[in-house]
């Protein structure tokens, strides 16, 4: 069965501070695709990053950074230089390889960035 | 290029009611999905729509319907509303068609049920 597990619920850093969001997932299939989704107050889910299974690059996106490791079933996010700005709720969602557009969500982990 | 719009925002409803919420979807995109987040179960899915047929559904009793229309836009309805049914209710878009698609969503239509 899917699962995605973000182990934090909530995270405070002062402005400037770096900040990684853990995330586990379990999948039988092989391939399958992760994303990182933010939503701030208003409530629309903002997407982030989309990674396939067959792709381990970590990558690099401005502030924002993303650590895919198979072996562990981890695909971290972090923010470098954080901004008051990035404060939301950040969830890591997983999708099998299907032809629906079935998403499975984590919790969700609140991020406060603390002027 | 217009994202994903949700109609209404907010509502209130009494329990009892019925209601219907509406969703546009990104211009060319086919495939419509729908999610219900509260803050206990959190983003939970509902059933997705591919060309005006339903390819999945989540699990949620029969009071939630949904449907797709020939332009791509969705309608999803909830009968005989209950408490826990107060939510934000997530639409969502993509090209469909393939696995792996990248997955857009509105802004959400925020109902409460008293």
């Known amino acids: 069965a899917q699962k995605v597990t973000q182990a934090q619920t909530e995270i405070s850093v002062v402005e400037k501070e770096d900040v990684t969001l853990d995330c586990v997932y379990e999948?039988?299939?092989?391939?399958?695709?992760l994303f990182w989704y933010k939503q701030p107050p208003s409530g629309e889910l903002v997407f982030l990053i989309r990674?396939?299974?067959?792709?381990?690059q970590n990558e690099i996106s401005g502030r924002y950074s993303w650590n895919f490791q198979k072996s562990t079933s981890s695909f971290n996010f972090t923010i470098t230089a954080s901004q008051v700005v990035d404060s939301a709720v950040y969830f890591c969602?997983?999708?099998?390889?299907?032809?629906?557009?079935?998403?499975?969500f984590g919790k969700g982990t609140r991020l406060h960035i603390l002027p | 290029k217009a994202g994903v719009t949700q109609t209404p925002r907010y509502l209130i409803k009494t329990r009892g009611q019925q209601v219907t919420l509406s969703c546009s979807p990104i211009?060319?995109?086919?495939?419509v999905s729908w999610y219900q987040q509260t803050p206990g179960q959190g983003l939970q899915f509902l059933f997705e729509?591919?060309?005006?047929?339903?390819?999945n559904k989540g699990n949620f009793p029969g009071r939630f319907s949904g449907r797709q229309f020939s332009n791509s836009r969705s309608e999803m309805n909830v009968s005989t509303l209950e408490l826990g049914d107060s939510a934000l209710y997530l639409c969502a878009s993509s090209l469909g068609g393939y696995s792996g698609n990248t997955i857009y969503f509105g802004e959400g239509s925020w109902l409460t049920v008293v």
């Open positions: 729509y591919f060309s005006e047929t339903q390819r």
């Open positions: 999948t039988r299939d092989t391939t399958y695709y």
């Open positions: 211009s060319g995109h086919r495939s």
């Open positions: 969602a997983l999708s099998e390889a299907l032809l629906d557009d079935k998403i499975i």
């Open positions: 990674r396939n299974s067959f792709d381990e």
